[in-house]
């Protein structure tokens, strides 16, 4: 198999290319290293397989011979990213979709889209599945994300529907793990990087969120068996362990041997969803999907990794 992987030098997207290198297909990397670095995929250049390509998806595209696949993983996902740029991040969501399936459309590949929890906005339904229409706030500053996000799934739905491509979507809920940015601005690096340091463990709000981690290889594997389904409405995929911010503050205390960090407490952004987890039945029945990696393990191996960069 060939594959195009769009945002393949970011977090999720190079864990997305190795596994595809891995398993013996060729991988051509799309990235136009907004919020991706080439420091995800250096340990791949060398690979005859692998190829890289500097490109903004939102702009058209070219790429010669045989597609079977195309996953569309590119965009700022952290909400510190897409408050930076959020122009980018509805123009990736919209025009980079419509790029992206066009590719799909023309080498007659399977597309699959990384969508988002954030779907689901606000949610006032939990824990979440996917026939849950969402509790989003199209004018607040989460929008640009939610809605390009939502926009992406239905010009997917509607090339599934009116133009016959074979089309998966993917709704991540929070991930985590090595090549994450430490500076994202997302919960754990930021607890993590602050714990290293011994600086104060930022807590937006009173910490009585909540939130579910996935742990990387985990998603991986989701989306791997997803692509390869038959199944094209949205499959959520993350872990369906909830805990609050203030527990996940506690943890990496713990795990961070000596740290002198201790709590502050700073405004809740706004919008801020409240209580976040996935029902991931649909995962665990059409794709015998579960996640394996428990979040002390997930936690430990992430932390490693952030020692490495620091
Ligand atoms: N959060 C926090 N301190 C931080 C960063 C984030 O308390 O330094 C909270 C944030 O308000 C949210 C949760 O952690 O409730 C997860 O935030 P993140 O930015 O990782 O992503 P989200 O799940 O909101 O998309």
């Known amino acids: 198999m060939r594959a195009v992987?769009?945002?393949?030098?970011?977090?999720?997207?190079?864990?997305?290319?190795?596994?595809?290198?891995?398993?013996?297909?060729?991988?051509?990397?799309?990235?136009?290293?907004?919020?991706?670095?080439?420091?995800?995929?250096?340990?791949?250049?060398a690979n005859p397989r692998f190829r890289f390509m500097e490109h903004n998806i939102s702009e058209p595209v070219e790429v010669d011979g045989a597609?079977?696949?195309?996953?569309?993983?590119?965009?700022?996902?952290?909400?510190?990213d897409y408050l930076a740029h959020p122009i980018?991040?509805?123009?990736?969501?919209?025009?980079?979709?419509?790029?992206?399936?066009?590719?799909?459309?023309?080498?007659e590949a399977r597309f699959l889209l990384a969508s988002t929890s954030e779907i689901y906005g606000?949610?006032?339904?939990?824990?979440?599945?996917?026939?849950?229409?969402?509790?989003?706030?199209?004018?607040?500053?989460?929008?640009?994300?939610?809605?390009?996000?939502?926009f992406a799934e239905a010009i997917t739905m509607a090339y599934h529907r009116f133009h016959g491509v074979?089309?998966?979507?993917?709704?991540?809920?929070?991930?985590?793990?090595?090549?994450?940015?430490?500076?994202?601005?997302?919960?754990?690096?930021?607890?993590?990087?602050?714990?290293?340091?011994?600086?104060?463990?930022?807590?937006?709000?009173?910490?009585e969120q909540t939130r579910s981690f996935c742990f990387v290889s985990d998603l991986v594997e989701g989306?791997?068996?997803?692509?390869?389904?038959?199944?094209?409405?949205?499959?959520?995929?993350?872990?369906?362990?909830?805990i609050t911010v203030s527990q996940l503050a506690r943890e990496i205390i713990d795990l961070v041997e000596g740290t002198k960090s201790t709590v502050v407490y700073h405004d809740l952004p706004e919008d801020d969803p409240k209580r976040r987890k996935p029902d991931i039945t649909k995962a665990q029945t059409l794709l015998g999907w579960?996640?394996?990696?428990?979040?002390?393990?997930?936690?430990?191996?992430?932390?490693e990794y952030f020692r490495t960069v620091l």
């Open 5 to 45: 992987i769009t945002g393949g030098a970011g977090f999720v997207g190079s864990h997305l290319c190795e596994r595809f290198l891995a398993e013996g297909h060729e991988v051509l990397c799309v990235d136009n290293l907004l919020t991706g670095s080439l420091r995800n995929i250096e340990h791949l250049a």
């Open 67 to 80: 597609v079977d696949a195309v996953l569309h993983f590119a965009s700022p996902a952290s909400p510190a």
């Open 88 to 107: 980018p991040t509805l123009k990736v969501g919209s025009l980079g979709t419509h790029n992206a399936l066009g590719l799909a459309k023309a080498k």
């Open 122 to 150: 606000d949610p006032e339904v939990h824990p979440q599945r996917e026939d849950y229409w969402g509790h989003v706030n199209s004018i607040g500053p989460r929008g640009c994300y939610d809605e390009a996000k939502r």
């Open 166 to 207: 074979k089309t998966r979507i993917v709704r991540i809920f929070n991930t985590y793990g090595p090549r994450m940015r430490l500076n994202d601005g997302r919960v754990l690096p930021n607890f993590m990087h602050q714990a290293l340091r011994g600086e104060p463990i930022t807590i937006y709000g009173k910490g």
């Open 223 to 242: 989306i791997y068996r997803l692509l390869l389904s038959d199944y094209s409405l949205p499959v959520n995929i993350g872990n369906p362990t909830e």
């Open 290 to 303: 579960n996640p394996t990696v428990d979040r002390a393990d997930g936690l430990r191996r992430t932390l």
